[in-house]
């Protein structure tokens, strides 16, 4: 089992920025890949940002050059830096770490609202 916890959300004009983190527990030896995704309510999941343990990043082209994913793996953490950010970056945003079987661990999410 891998717990995820974030943290970081929050209010920000359009143009601001934000970073998000999340910490990983439990069962975190193994982890490889962590990533971010975001979820507006009755919408999909968008996938924002993978990065795998040796620091290979990728990114969607709807963020590529605003976001950034970093991670501590002496810290279990994982970041999400988020420039000029837009009022459609409004969302939920859960930090994620694939399982074995092809489902995912994630966070309770937290909130990201850009106003105009």
């Known amino acids: 089992q891998v717990q995820l916890v974030e943290s970081g959300g929050g209010v920000v004009q359009a143009g601001g920025s934000l970073r998000l983190s999340c910490v990983a527990s439990?069962?975190?030896?193994?982890?490889?890949?962590m990533g971010w995704f975001r979820q507006v309510p009755g919408g999909q999941r968008e996938s924002l940002a993978t990065i795998t343990n040796g620091g290979s990043v990728s990114y969607p082209d709807s963020v590529k050059g605003r976001f950034a994913i970093s991670r501590d793996n002496t810290k279990n953490t994982v970041h999400l830096q988020m420039n000029r950010l837009k009022p459609e970056d409004t969302a939920v945003y859960f930090c994620y770490v694939p399982k074995p079987d092809g489902d995912f661990y994630w966070g309770q999410g937290t909130q990201v609202t850009v106003t105009s």
């Open positions: 439990g069962s975190i030896s193994s982890i490889n890949v």
